[in-house]
């Protein structure tokens, strides 16, 4: 059995995602988005999701996955345009080998009981549709996915990662239901785990803040926000105090100027994609061949100078982004 009791120790954050990450390329194929349709319990009704394969996706194979949510008002189809690089920085990650190769599913997280739909407000019987999204996903997308989908099981296998409303969706859903999700990714999370008052509206809160704790303690568990955020303002470093307060281990980071914005959701996916269904175990694994080759290979070449092995360097070697700035994240 894998300890991962020190794996977050493991991660690198980048202040900023490089813009290489969100380009598509030529010489790489990239999967595709494809919209399915799954009959909820919870709502009673028909939905929508949006779900992307592996290129090579092979129903004899057990793939890991990750629940990717929008933020408020959107739907399955909000995180799909190619600027957010939901797939392009997944892919480009894939074809360094700095993450995993993933199912990942997009939904629809507005999810009101049966005779509660209302239009879409910023007020609290809104907001009690995305409350509700928790019974969805557990209830009808998770066992669709299991049903018709080649998954791996586990919380090591499941990831739930968001922006804004997706974000504080994904803090909630990841830390209450800790025996299924393994990572736990909140970008720029808006108010409402706790009871809230914000510049739009006031929020009843999910918790009261001694709850916000997971009795699992999550493998990643990834909260960021840019350093300009006018739309969530001072409540991700809220949930980061929280959470400290809570001795439950995090990461959080600033992103340098970012808003409530493009920058604020490319970065905190790409960051978390990094680290996802024990990536960086396998990198140190790779580094750990890598550095017994070289070693090998220098002794090696001390008896046999004109000789050299320059192939397992290649293979072990983890390719790195032409732009990789990093910053020290702070772990609590």
Not at 35 to 42: N, P
Not at 90 to 102: C, I
Not at 122 to 143: A, E, H, S, T
Request: aromatic share 12%; net charge negative; charged share 25%.
């Amino acid at each position: 059995m894998i300890d991962w009791s020190d794996y977050m120790d493991k991660v690198v954050i980048d202040n900023i995602c490089p813009d290489d990450m969100v380009v598509k390329y030529d010489d790489i194929t990239y999967p595709e988005f494809t919209k399915v349709q799954y009959y909820s319990t919870t709502t009673e009704t028909e939905r929508s999701l949006n779900i992307v394969l592996p290129v090579n996706y092979n129903p004899s194979k057990k793939y890991p996955v990750l629940y990717y949510l929008h933020g408020i008002m959107g739907d399955e189809d909000s995180m799909t345009p190619d600027p957010l690089g939901t797939i392009s920085i997944y892919s480009n990650l894939l074809n360094e080998n700095r993450t995993k190769e993933m199912i990942i599913v997009l939904p629809n997280q507005y999810a009101p009981a049966p005779g509660t739909e209302v239009p879409p407000s910023l007020d609290q019987p809104y907001y009690d549709g995305y409350d509700n999204f928790i019974n969805d996903l557990v209830n009808d997308i998770m066992p669709y996915m299991k049903k018709n989908y080649s998954i791996a099981t586990g919380r090591e296998n499941t990831a739930i990662c968001g922006f804004s409303m997706g974000g504080r969706n994904s803090l909630y859903i990841g830390y209450m239901r800790s025996d299924l999700f393994g990572y736990v990714g909140g970008f720029s999370p808006a108010p409402g785990i706790t009871e809230a008052q914000d510049m739009f509206s006031y929020h009843k809160g999910l918790l009261q803040p001694e709850e916000f704790v997971a009795e699992i303690p999550p493998i990643v568990s990834m909260l960021s926000c840019g350093t300009n955020d006018t739309v969530v303002g001072t409540f991700p470093n809220e949930y980061h105090e929280l959470l400290t307060h809570n001795n439950q281990e995090h990461i959080w980071y600033e992103i340098p100027g970012a808003d409530h914005d493009l920058t604020a959701i490319i970065t905190g996916y790409y960051n978390f994609m990094t680290t996802v269904f024990g990536v960086l175990n396998n990198k140190t694994e790779e580094q750990e061949s890598l550095d017994e080759s070289e070693s090998s290979d220098e002794s090696e070449s001390s008896d046999e100078p004109e000789s050299s092995d320059e192939s397992s360097e290649e293979e072990f070697k983890p390719k790195k982004s032409k732009k990789n700035k990093k910053v020290n994240s702070k772990k609590w």
